[in-house]
């Protein structure tokens, strides 16, 4: 079922435009998350970090292992009109930007909670908190673009 053709009515399996979906609809979840910083409901504010964190690291196992199992992007790179090796290369820049993305926005929640815990919060985590932001935006258009150069 989750190798079927999905919803979206191109070429890419189920469990592909579920992800893209998710991608899509991530900054916008951030986006959620900081309103309540400006609200001054802290509570909510990182508590939905946690959430939206979460929620983002599982569904990124399941598109990682919907992806070995399927064949990946030796696959999905044979039907595209695109240059292979351009795919390639814009596959790996997309890689080093997500992991690095979620690498510093996992470290940036679990600090920014034990400093506010212990009521260090720097005077720079809203800047901070707004260049994490750019860099998972960052993150998911890169990705989505990916998706609409493989498959439409
Ligand atoms: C989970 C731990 C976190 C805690 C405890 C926390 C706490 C806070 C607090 C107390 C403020 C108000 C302080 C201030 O305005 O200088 C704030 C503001 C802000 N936070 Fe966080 N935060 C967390 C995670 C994050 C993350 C992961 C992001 C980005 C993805 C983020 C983005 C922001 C932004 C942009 C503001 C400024 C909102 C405004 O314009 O007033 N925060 N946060």
């Known amino acids: 079922m989750f190798f079927e053709p999905g919803f979206f009515g191109t070429a890419a399996p189920l469990y592909l435009d579920l992800a893209t979906s998710y ?12 309103s309540y910083a400006i609200k001054k409901q802290y509570k909510k504010h990182y508590i939905s970090q946690f959430v939206i964190i979460v929620i983002t690291l599982v569904v990124v196992v399941i598109f990682e292992l919907g992806l070995r199992l399927d064949g990946g992007f030796q696959k999905y790179s044979q039907d595209s009109s695109y240059n ?31 400093a506010y815990k212990t009521g260090n919060l720097e005077k720079k985590h809203k800047q901070k908190g707004r260049y994490v932001f750019g860099l998972i935006l960052l993150t998911s258009l890169t990705g989505l673009s990916f998706y609409a150069l493989l498959f439409i």
């Open 23 to 34: 991608f899509f609809i991530l900054p916008f979840l951030i986006l959620y998350s900081i």
């Open 84 to 114: 292979y090796v351009f795919l390639l290369i814009y596959l790996l820049a997309h890689i080093v930007l997500a992991v690095m993305t979620l690498s510093y926005w996992t470290y940036f929640v679990f600090t920014s909670y034990k």
